[in-house]
């Protein structure tokens, strides 16, 4: 089955400690990551995806295939990093399996 | 550019009616997907439409269709709505396969 798990629905941190959000996929093909934020009041966006091995706004997120394992990672949190974040799969009928979703809160 | 458009924002049915949903791409966005998200779920793949065929559909009924024009505007119609159906309805558009620009949704209640 192709499915996406993010196992904790809620994590909560303090500002300037580091941050996990995890993700599991399960996939037979190449699989294709990406997370997705959203932040109060504003729309569904990408945050990033695994294939530009980038950093956006201090976060990063590497694939591991071993551990089918795609986790959202960033050094000091910040208090605008409080948000919704959803992992995502690019199956190869190209279509996305989002996962149930991470609340971000970064407290002060 | 306004982004993804969708309308109506909120919309309240009964049992048993149909409902439509309009979305508006990105300007030079040629794909469409459509997403329904229950309340503390993530968004789960209806459709998509790309040059005004359905293209990829996930695990939804017939009662599900929908339909997209020349100008890449798209449509999502329901039939004979279930209490189930109550969610918000998320259209997404697309250059790249993956990169998804949404819109901010349309949130039905079926009474």
């Known amino acids: 089955a192709q499915r996406v798990t993010q196992p904790e629905k809620l994590l909560s941190v303090f500002k300037g400690a580091p941050v996990e959000l995890k993700c599991n996929y399960s996939y037979s093909g190449s699989p294709e990551l990406f997370w997705y934020v959203q932040y109060s009041r504003q729309r569904l966006q990408l945050l990033l995806r695994h294939i530009s091995r980038e950093s956006i706004k201090g976060f990063t997120a590497d694939l591991n295939k071993g551990e089918t394992s795609f986790h959202l990672k960033k050094p000091f949190a910040q208090e605008e990093d409080s948000a919704m974040y959803y992992c995502?799969?690019?199956?190869?009928?190209?279509?996305?399996?989002f996962g149930a979703g991470t609340r971000l809160t970064v407290k002060p | 550019d306004a982004g993804v458009t969708q309308s109506p924002t909120h919309l309240i049915k009964t049992r048993g009616q149909q409902v439509t949903l309009r979305c508006s791409p990105k300007?030079?966005?040629?794909?469409v997907s459509w997403y329904q998200q229950a309340l503390g779920q993530g968004p789960q793949f209806i459709f998509q439409?790309?040059?005004?065929?359905?293209?990829q559909r996930g695990n939804f009924p017939d009662r599900f269709s929908g339909h997209q024009f020349p100008n890449y505007s798209s449509e999502l119609n329901v039939n004979a709505l279930l209490l189930g159906d109550s969610a918000l309805y998320l259209c997404?558009?697309?250059?790249?396969?993956?990169?998804?620009?949404f819109g901010e949704g349309s949130r039905l209640t079926v009474l």
């Open positions: 995502a799969l690019r199956t190869n009928n190209n279509d996305m399996r």
């Open positions: 997404a558009s697309s250059l790249t396969p993956g990169e998804l620009f």
């Open positions: 439409y790309y040059e005004e065929e359905e293209r």
């Open positions: 300007s030079g966005h040629d794909t």
